[in-house]
């Protein structure tokens, strides 16, 4: 099946994409508030014009002239120098007393009512033979009569004027933002060069260059972070290959010692007869090696299915001083073949772990320090609280000081103290390996001090 995963867009796209679209959107709300601003000064002039006319006008009936010719000549004379500005005056008659468009303006407005007072939004929009006009039509009355006062002022200009001011405003957006769309990719193209800098080192870097880091003081502030992150992420894999490495030769040499013991031990038999006990003798050697590499195998596969937390401690309540007592009584037998007592102290302290585990945890610790302990000594077993919800228990037994230098890498696997690699037991170097790993399964910690009289395990858990 296949999936069809759409690739995502560039960084480069994305910012430049952002900023032309907050650019467009902030130049719209600029062009909007622009026309509406002149829309509104617009709105404002013509208003005071209106105004001028119909206080021209109302100041001619002011006079009352009764001579229809008089009246005419005085309303010409009323308004002068206002281009595009029309007015008309009907009397009560619906005759026209003057009129200075050349078409009637009552066509203009869609009733024939009118308003009594001058006020700027009693002004309204006309539109008549395609061409808008803005005006407002008022009552004027004298002594002798009521007159109709229609006035208005071709928009023309005004509609022109914004059409073009819009259609270069629309240029300027298109413009700006091509040149935004320009700016902000060379702008980004060249704040990314710092990444494909460290992408080149990146590249660079193999499991045989492990050691090469990123210097941070190359990269802008915001990278500093990332670079340093990337340096701990190396140090980590170059830890961890290290440890690899070293893994794999000492297993190579661990599991090399039994197969080369089982091929020489082989060979030696099958190059000349030998009767069936002397036979039967070379099996049982074979057999004690393969013993051991399949302990050997065991312990490795449960040591990574407890790294990769797999090992679930089944926890019951355990009395620590019954089950040291109980290892104590496994080990009596060789503790007496090595000259080495065993003693318990502290509170019979109750707590909460998995017997088996917790068992083969104490079992390699004592199997250890039997192993280093000269005839005549005791190995102490201790039990304590060190907090309200903590046990401590010690195994500490005296014996030649492990030097500080090897003291934080006992529990790796296949590690030694002794460099020289002789095997003096049948221990494989897993022992300490497998104690912490039961240890963490438990939440727990376990920690070594050694000096000159004493060495000292101390495994730390929680009681509930």
């Known amino acids: 099946m296949k999936h069809n995963t759409k690739r995502p867009l560039s960084l ?35 208003a005071d014009e209106l105004g001028v006319i119909v206080h021209s006008v109302q100041q001619v009936f002011l006079k009352e002239p009764t001579d229809p010719k008089t009246l005419a000549q005085s309303l010409s004379q009323a308004v002068a120098g206002h281009h595009g500005v029309y007015y008309q005056i009907n009397n009560s008659q619906q005759q026209i007393i003057y009129n200075n468009a050349n078409f009637d303006l009552s066509q203009l407005t869609d009733t024939d009512e009118s308003i009594d007072t001058f006020k700027i939004e009693n002004i309204q929009h006309w539109q008549y033979q395609d061409k808008a006009y803005r005006g407002i039509a008022l009552n004027i009355a004298t002594a002798n009569d009521n007159y109709r006062l229609i006035t208005a002022i071709d928009m023309d200009f005004h509609i022109h004027f914004l059409q073009q001011l819009g259609q270069s405003l629309w240029v300027i957006l298109l413009g700006s933002c091509l040149l935004t769309l320009l700016a902000a990719w060379i702008a980004v193209h060249q704040g990314l060069a710092p990444l494909r800098g460290l992408s080149d080192n990146m590249r660079d870097i193999q499991t045989s260059k492990l050691d090469i880091r990123l210097n941070a003081n190359e990269v802008p502030s915001e990278l500093t972070h990332m670079v340093q992150s990337f340096n701990h992420m190396l140090n980590r894999l170059e830890d961890g290959f290290t440890k690899l490495s070293h893994f794999s030769a000492d297993i190579a040499h661990e599991i090399r010692t039994p197969l080369t013991n089982i091929i020489t031990q082989t060979q030696v038999s099958l190059s000349r007869q030998r009767t069936a006990e002397e036979y039967q003798n070379v099996l049982f050697s074979n057999l004690e090696e393969q013993e051991r590499l399949s302990k050997m195998v065991s312990d490795m596969l449960w040591l990574a299915k407890s790294k990769n937390g797999l090992i679930t401690p089944n926890k019951q309540p355990l009395n620590i001083a019954k089950e040291v007592a109980a290892i104590f009584e496994f080990f009596e037998a060789l503790a007496d073949e090595a000259g080495v007592k065993l003693a318990f102290t502290g509170q019979p302290s109750v707590i909460n772990a998995d017997r088996t585990l917790l068992r083969h945890a104490l079992t390699n610790l004592l199997s250890n320090a039997i192993r280093h302990t000269a005839s005549g000594h005791s190995i102490i077993v201790n039990s304590y609280q060190q907090a309200a919800n903590t046990l401590c228990i010690s195994v500490e037994n005296p014996g030649p000081a492990i030097s500080a230098e090897h003291l934080p890498y006992l529990f790796e696997r296949f590690y030694r103290a002794d460099q020289s690699r002789q095997r003096h037991s049948d221990g494989a170097g897993l022992g300490l390996a497998i104690t912490k790993a039961i240890i963490e399964a438990h939440d727990g910690d376990i920690s070594v ?16």
């Open 12 to 46: 480069t796209l994305r910012v430049v994409l952002s900023v032309v679209v907050t650019i467009a959107v902030c130049l719209l709300v600029v062009r909007q508030l622009l026309i509406s601003s002149i829309e509104h000064h617009f709105i404002e002039q013509d």
């Open 449 to 464: 001090t050694s000096d000159k009289n004493l060495t000292r395990f101390v495994i730390t858990l929680r009681m509930t």
